[in-house]
């Protein structure tokens, strides 16, 4: 079933990040490094910019499930607001910097299914929404591996390991519920003495399993390094695989790593289906659409992703994600998980 919300956003979210201006700084919630983190508060809950009112009404929502409903069509074609001008000097560098605080990057993912295997290694392109379109980064699934393993480029036309241009990948265990996302830095069996050049874990996902075959919407985790007092991330470079952020998680060791989740839906009698304030950036349901938060800040949304066509999706970030962890995300949520669905 698929439904759009039939009011338009009204609000200038162009140049302001989804989060409420009465709250404190969220770079709070994400410093591990530096100075120790000041306690946090989450009895402030004031709705987000672009909500109309604390409760929001149907008709605002968007569904993010596959499951069918009485959906109604919109009557007219709802106009996302655009991406805040972004200068893109060194794309290599601007790729993997965290988001300008207060600024919501907003990017549109296509997928690209052309070609005699492109239907089973489609080629994804991320790009700013904006009227220059500008290309960030190029994501393909590896074809010889035994695991889901997808190649990040910032040349859309290599698609090569062994490219300059290869900027960083994104693995899954056996079962597809778990992926890691690592820079271009060397394995560490490859390592310097000082071992700088060793790649770091920029993230990871966990999909939580479904046993029952429950077709509701998916639960995520997602795990990603601290930052420090200066703002930027603090390095984690796994010496081998019990060192790293998904094995730190499970251990519960979270020296240095921040745990994120997605928002959960809520079901809605109306429709039949779940519901998500997307703030007009997402018009089509699919089990896909998903917005991640920091539990003691559920209104400041980290990262969003949802459809708007049938391979098209917007993709929407902020502080302290940068463009490869988010593309990552949004790329694991592509690969097939028959244990989630």
Sequence with gaps: AITSSDEEDDS?????????EKKKNPATLFQTGG????EKRSKKKAPPKGAESEEDTPETLQKNSNKKGKAKKSKKKEE?????????????????QPAPQGVTVKCRVTRDKRGMDRGLYPTYYLHLDNDKKVFLLAGRKRKKSKTSNYLISIDPTDL???????????????????????DNGANPDRANADWSNVRQELSAVVYETNVLGFK????MTV??????????????RPRNDNDGLLMRWQNRNMDNVIELHNKAPVWNDETQSYVLNFHGRVTHASVKNFQIVHSSDPDYIVMQFGRVADDAFTMDYN?????????????????????CE
Excluded: H, W
């Excluded at 200038?12 to 409420?20: E, F, L, V």
């Excluded at 509701?216 to 639960?219: A, D």
């Design 12 to 20: 200038d979210s162009s140049t302001k990040p989804i989060r409420s």
């Design 35 to 38: 100075d120790p983190p000041k």
């Design 80 to 96: 996302r607001p655009p991406s805040p001008v972004i200068e893109v000097d060194n794309l290599e560098e601007f790729v993997l």
């Design 160 to 182: 090569s390991r062994g490219g300059e241009n290869f900027i960083g990948k994104l693995r899954s265990n056996l079962m597809g519920t778990r992926f890691t996302v690592f």
């Design 216 to 219: 509701g919407p998916r639960k």
């Design 223 to 236: 795990i990603i390094p601290g930052m420090n007092a200066d703002c930027e991330r603090v390095p984690i």
């Design 319 to 339: 502080y302290p994600l940068c463009a490869v962890q988010a593309f990552a995300i949004a790329l694991s949520s592509f690969d097939g998980k028959l244990a």
